[in-house]
T-cell receptor, first 115, second 109 residues
Framework: DVKVTQSSRYLVKRTGEKVFLECVQD?????MFWYRQDPGLGLRLIYF???????EKGDIPEGYSVSREKKERFSLILESASTNQTSMYLC??????????????FGSGTRLTVV | KNEVEQSPQNLTAQEGEFITINCSYS?????LHWLQQHPGGGIVSLFM???GKKKHGRLIATINIQEKHSSLHITASHPRDSAVYIC???????????FGKGTLLTVNP
């Protein structure tokens, strides 16, 4: 089975801190994604990457950046954490043919609290 | 713009009942996904389908491409089925999914 592993299950950080959320997948998937999940808003895409060193903004990229130096690892960076970034963060990976997305797999999530 | 709507938002059932959750979407798809999230838990992919019907245990997912509609059915529901169920589709994109806001299912013993 594909595994998507997020480095922390729960995280508490202070306002203004730089925060790194790490995600690793073990099935050689090209695509990796970072989402945040908030009550009443559902899952929203922050950034995604379709190849090493390639990235594209999702729907809510403000306040975030990402890094993909190796195919298996996709990092989400909060440059200066703020309280409105308190949320559940989910990483996912997939592979895609010309017309279909396959094997969409999610990590267990990181619940980040910014105080 | 690809929009995904789920209904109902909340659903309470008694153990043993047959449950249906609906999903409608606005943009033609390459595949539709059903996901499950238990309280405090991560997200698990239940089904990916692009036509017809799929079955896994007590779970059945159907899709009608012409009507842009999918349903998730749970037969003989059990309290352990209590979770948020989310549908998502790719809306023609090779990479990104658009998600519904989820249906919170509570099955009482």
């Amino acid at each position: 089975d594909v595994k998507v592993t997020q480095s922390s299950r729960y995280l508490v950080k202070r306002t203004g801190e730089k925060v790194f959320l790490e995600c690793v997948q073990d099935m050689d998937h090209e695509n990796m994604f970072w989402y945040r999940q908030d009550p009443g808003l559902g899952l929203r895409l922050i950034y995604f990457s379709y190849d090493v060193k390639m990235k594209e903004k999702g729907d809510i990229p403000e306040g975030y950046s990402v890094s993909r130096e190796k195919k298996e690892r996709f990092s989400l960076i909060l440059e200066s954490a703020s309280t409105n970034q308190t949320s559940m963060y989910l990483c996912a990976s997939s592979f895609a043919t010309m017309d279909r997305v396959f094997g969409y797999t999610f990590g267990s999530g990181t619940r980040l609290t910014v105080v | 713009k690809n929009e995904v709507e789920q209904s109902p938002q909340n659903l309470t059932a008694q153990e043993g009942e047959f449950i249906t959750i609906n999903c409608s979407y606005s943009v033609g798809i390459s595949a539709l996904h059903w996901l499950q999230q238990h309280p405090g838990g991560g997200i698990v992919s239940l089904f990916m389908l692009s036509s017809g019907k799929k079955k896994h245990g007590r779970l059945i997912a159907t899709i009608n491409i012409q009507e842009k509609h999918s349903s998730l059915h749970i037969t003989a529901s059990h309290p352990r089925d209590s979770a948020v169920y989310i549908c998502a589709n790719s809306g023609g994109s090779n990479y990104k999914l658009t998600f519904g806001k989820g249906t919170l299912l509570t099955v009482n013993p």
